[in-house]
């Protein structure tokens, strides 16, 4: 019944931009990986960004200088800071421990053009 709860999406224009965070419980933050997934209708979903319990960050090339991954260790979040959004980041994001394999509900990230 361990749960990873997405939130903060929403509807901007292009060019704008959005927070995603991610609330891990206290016993996954600690000890593992967490990464930020994306799946748009019709299309595979793909990795976005991922940061390690000591804060190193991994990002998939199409998002790098427009997106960051950060750990808020007081709240036990793991954000993604979204800028200079475009029509094709539109998609249901979601996060979850690198090496889970099951999924969250996601939250909803539409980019108008």
């Known amino acids: 019944q361990v749960q990873l709860v997405e939130s903060g999406g929403g509807l901007v224009q292009a060019g704008g931009s959005l927070r995603l965070s991610c609330a891990v419980p206290?016993?996954?933050?600690?000890?593992?990986?967490i990464g930020w997934y994306r799946q748009a209708p019709g299309e595979q979903r793909e990795f976005v960004a991922d940061i390690t319990t000591s804060g190193l960050t991994l990002y998939t090339d199409s998002v790098k200088g427009r997106f960051t991954i950060s750990r808020d260790n007081a709240k036990n979040t793991v954000d993604l800071q979204m800028n200079s959004l475009k029509p094709e980041d539109s998609a249901v994001y979601y996060c979850k421990p690198i090496l889970w394999s099951s999924w969250g509900q996601g939250t909803q990230v539409t980019v108008s053009s």
């Open positions: 206290e016993s996954i933050f600690s000890t593992n990986t």
